[in-house]
Nanobody, 125 residues
Framework: QVQLVESGGGLVQAGGSLRLSCAAS????????MGWFRQAPGKERELVAA????????YYADSVEGRFTISRDNAKSTVDLQMNSLKPEETAIYYC??????????????????WGQGTQVTVSS
């Protein structure tokens, strides 16, 4: 069982930046592909970014390409999401998720085995 704990959410003005971090309770973090998802009120959960087990491959949703950066530190069992030029419509709860022995950059919710509790990101206009 892996526990994921997100941090770094908060309130930011449109155009601002936030850095989310997710800490995993496992010594074999490199066995997990990781993803960041978000869910806005009344909307479905969607993938924002994903990163492969070794960190060599990344995936971004079209809506965040060029503004968000996902990275991981396998020695520290952490995965981060740097978010720049934030927009009000990106207000949501952001979740990190882990896919045990995931291949590449998993894109489907059903592929992920473990989820964090989420962190609120609010972007004011």
């Amino acid at each position: 069982q892996v526990q994921l704990v997100e941090s770094g959410g908060g309130l930011v003005q449109a155009g601002g930046s936030l850095r989310l971090s997710c800490a995993a309770s496992t010594r074999t973090f490199s066995n997990y592909a990781m993803g960041w998802f978000r869910q806005a009120p009344g909307k479905e959960r969607e993938l924002v970014a994903a990163i492969s087990r070794g960190g060599g491959a990344t995936y971004y949703a079209d809506s965040v390409e060029g503004r968000f950066t996902i990275s991981r530190d396998n020695a520290k069992s952490t995965v981060d999401l740097q978010m720049n030029s934030l927009k009000p419509e990106e207000t949501a709860i952001y979740y990190c998720a882990a896919d045990y022995y995931g291949v590449g950059t998993p894109k489907r919710i059903s592929q992920y085995d473990y989820w964090g509790q989420g962190t609120q990101v609010t972007v004011s206009s």
